[in-house]
T-cell receptor, first 107, second 113 residues
Framework: DAKTTQPTSMDCAEGRAANLPCNHS???????VYWYRQIHSQGPQYIIH???NNETNEMASLIITEDRKSSTLILPHATLRDTAVYYC????????FGAGTTVTVRA | SAVISQKPSRDICQRGTSLTIQCQVD?????MFWYRQQPGQSLTLIAT?????????ESGFVIDKFPISRPNLTFSTLTVSNMSPEDSSIYLC??????????FGNGTRLTVT
């Protein structure tokens, strides 16, 4: 599986959009980009995934660059409940988790 | 999406003993995986639980220490054998069906004293 690089931590203001970047420069053509988050004491929660087109669901939007070497997860209106560790994963056969980004939403 | 239940949710065990963790999925799934999350760390894949055959282990994990069963398409168990304090972790079951995302249970928090 391709390796991903994410910032270690980010602070976001409640009610504002949170933009979480991820670099995956070694991604191959058939690998999807997946985003998960893990709220303290819970299992990872699936957020969204995409191959090359931008995707949106009820939780977030995923923007993938044209060369697919990076992506951005957008939480449109961050709330305190969005405080979590966010993992960007490029998936082949199975998911390998990196260190993720610790996102803290502040009031 | 699949709902995954794990039992027990937590346990405190003595060194040298074994604990079997159960994972039940509310629908048939093609793939099940077991992960470990050590304190303050990210998730590490232990093995793929294969239905009707031996599990496929990742580097650093062996069947004698972490025997896994998967008797059908909705159920799997992970046993942590001959435990030591270094085995204190959260153990997570995950599952997915073909062309669907991977979903996780809430994990089993194990403390070995």
């Amino acid at each position: 599986d391709a390796k991903t690089t994410q910032p270690t931590s980010m602070d976001c203001a409640e009610g504002r959009a949170a933009n979480l970047p991820c670099n995956h420069s070694t991604i191959s053509g058939n690998e999807y980009v997946y985003w998960y988050r893990q709220i303290h004491s819970q299992g990872p929660q699936y957020i969204i995934h995409g191959l090359k087109n931008n995707e949106t669901n009820e939780m977030a939007s995923l923007i993938i660059t044209e060369d697919r070497k990076s992506s951005t997860l957008i939480l449109p209106h961050a709330t305190l409940r969005d405080t979590a560790v966010y993992y960007c994963i490029v998936r082949g056969y199975k998911l390998s988790f990196g260190a993720g980004t610790t996102v803290t939403v502040r009031a | 999406s699949a709902v995954i239940s794990q039992k027990p949710s937590r346990d405190i065990c003595q060194r040298g003993t074994s604990l079997t963790i159960q994972c039940q999925v509310d629908s048939q799934v093609t793939m099940m995986f077991w992960y470990r999350q050590q304190p303050g760390q990210s998730l590490t894949l232990i093995a793929t639980a294969n239905q009707g055959s031996e599990a496929t282990y990742e580097s650093g994990f062996v069947i004698d220490k972490f025997p896994i069963s998967r008797p059908n398409l909705t159920f799997s168990t992970l046993t942590v054998s001959n435990m030591s304090p270094e085995d204190s972790s959260i153990y997570l079951c995950s599952a997915r069906d073909t062309n669907s995302p991977l979903h996780f249970g809430n994990g089993t928090r194990l403390t070995v004293t």
